[in-house]
């Protein structure tokens, strides 16, 4: 087993089969990957109107390709996930028509964290346990060209699982020789929804082992370490709001929608701060679906980050 290191200074922002591999690696070897926060374009410095000006076709900053010696089409590549380590930052906000309320933010809005430790901390009064995991991880598509990264796809791809933290594996389909795989688009936190379009998002040095499987897997899967829970945040309980009606999207709005005005009455956020906190901490979930005509999603707010 040989350990391999690529640096975050020849980031891509696409899927492309014929992009050529920085490393070729043997199965059981190990890859130490430092990447970029997810857009590429923002900084420490950064402010608000800044993150309305980004460029969309920098969007997600990758770092890859890695070729995987003997892998083909019809493989499936395995991926333990081993550390994810921050560099004492990170953001999350608001970029105007995107996210899951795109038609109620109109301006741009930058929330900077410091990442603290096994703490994200919002400000004096709020922290979030930090549980990393790339935003992004994949292989290069079946067809030849280029593809934008943000919708995942077979190939994973921008799926923002936020279970992905160290101690899990994941398995890819392989579609082209050697697989070409990336990563980045990481996060210190995330709710299950990234409602808002954005985790913590911040740089970080992520360590995988790669190895080969011969059978073929349709889409990604995973398995999560054994002995841990889904998330620290959980052990304070949760407040949780809910919304019906016949159409899920609608009622994860709604459900987010009065998850905001609880945090603005109840904790003296401003409605930005409250949509930013949403998407780093609570998690959406379906609650119901068979009983026709409406269907419920939950919200829930883990009470523990509060204090």
């Known amino acids: ?3 391999h290191h690529l640096d975050d200074r020849a980031p891509h922002a696409f899927w492309d089969r014929d992009l050529p591999p920085r490393v070729t690696i043997a ?31 920098l969007i997600h900053a990758l770092t890859g390709p890695v070729a995987i010696d003997g892998a083909q089409p019809g493989d499936t590549l395995v991926v333990d996930v081993l550390s994810l380590e921050h560099h004492g930052w990170g953001w999350n906000g608001i970029s105007p028509n995107f996210g899951l309320l795109a038609e109620d933010f109109e301006r741009p809005y930058l929330h900077h964290y410091v990442l603290d430790g096994d703490v994200c901390v919002f400000n004096d009064r709020i922290s979030i346990p930090y549980e990393p995991f790339c935003g992004t991880m994949g292989v290069a598509l079946a067809e030849p060209g280029r593809f934008l990264t943000a919708p995942p796809r077979r190939n994973g791809g921008n799926v923002d699982i936020r279970h992905l933290t160290p101690g899990a594996r994941l398995r890819l389909p392989v579609l082209v020789p050697g697989g070409l795989f990336s990563c980045g688009d990481c996060h210190a936190a995330q709710g299950d929804g990234e409602v808002n379009g954005s985790g913590i998002e911040t740089p970080m040095t992520v360590t995988l082992r790669f190895d080969l499987e011969r059978t073929e897997t349709r889409e990604l899967t995973f398995t999560t370490p054994a002995g841990q829970p889904l998330t620290r945040a959980g ?4 407040f949780v709001t809910t919304a019906h009606g016949p159409d899920l999207f609608a009622n994860a709005q709604n459900a987010t929608r009065s998850m905001i005005d609880h945090l603005v009455a109840e904790h003296g956020l401003t409605r930005e701060e409250a949509y930013c906190l ?4 609570v998690d ?9 005509p409406n269907w419920i999603v939950s919200a829930y707010l883990p009470l523990s980050i509060f204090g």
């Open 27 to 57: 199965p059981g070897d190990v890859v130490v990957f430092e990447t970029l926060e997810g857009t590429g374009q923002v900084t420490r410095d950064s402010t608000s109107e800044q993150l309305g000006a980004l460029r969309q076709e």
């Open 278 to 281: 949403c998407g780093a901490a």
């Open 284 to 292: 959406l979930k379906i609650s119901e679906i068979v009983d026709a």
């Open 1 to 3: 087993m040989a350990t």
């Open 235 to 238: 052990y304070g309980g949760y």
